[in-house]
Structure formats: C-alpha cells, structure tokens
C-alpha cells in the first residue's frame, strides 16, 4: 500500500490550499480515510475523517476548523481531498494522510504565515 499526499506549501493567512491524497493498492472505497495534522512540540491530532463508501459522511473534531476545513474523497480515482480555507497562523503543521486507520502518508509542510 503507498499513501502519496502532494499540495502542501507556504501561504498567507486568509489564504487556501487543498491537499490532495493517492493511495495504490488498496480497496480505497472500503475504508475510512483521514487527515491528521502535526504541529512542533505537539501530538498528532485528527483533522477530518470521511467515512468509507459513498455514504459522505465526514467527521471534524477540532472545532479551529469547522467551517474552513472540507474533506472529500473521489472513489473512482483512489483520492482524498482536504480543501483548507481561511488558513490561520495557527494551522502551520505537518499535514499526514491516512489510510483505513493503518497506512500513512509521508507527510506534508503547511505553513501559514506572511
């Protein structure tokens, strides 16, 4: 299994960007897929879940991003999709990708700053 993330970088507050998330050899439409972030000095933390299946069910348990942060998955193309608007200083982490509860990513810089 390969978790591949791509779209991190350096951007301004108030500004967006969307991650992107590919995974290969992997039944993707049957599992959970997740976003975890890690900031320095901090615990990884979760981000946003979006069930398995077509269901579109999502998950934010940081209430920092409800309503800047959208999660959202293409079945057909194995991808996971994490579009972060409004980012904020405080959003400056290493963004990860997860598979099924089990396979990650390599990890990606987000850096929010002017």
């Known amino acids: 299994v390969q978790v591949v993330e791509s779209g991190g970088g350096l951007v301004q507050p108030g500004g967006s960007l969307r991650l992107s998330c590919h995974v290969s050899?992997?039944?993707?439409?049957?599992?959970?897929m997740s976003w975890y972030r890690q900031a320095p000095g901090k615990v990884r933390e979760l981000v946003a879940r979006?069930?398995?299946?077509?269901?579109?069910?999502?998950?934010y348990p940081l209430s920092s991003v409800k309503g800047r942060f959208t999660i959202s998955r293409d079945n057909a193309k194995d991808m996971v999709y994490l579009q972060m608007n409004d980012l904020e200083p405080e959003d400056t982490a290493v963004y990860y990708c997860?598979?099924?509860?089990?396979?990650w990513g390599q990890g990606l810089q987000v850096t929010v700053s002017s």
């Open positions: 997860n598979a099924g509860n089990t396979y």
């Open positions: 050899g992997f039944a993707f439409s049957s599992y959970v």
């Open positions: 979006i069930d398995s299946g077509n269901t579109g069910f999502t998950h």
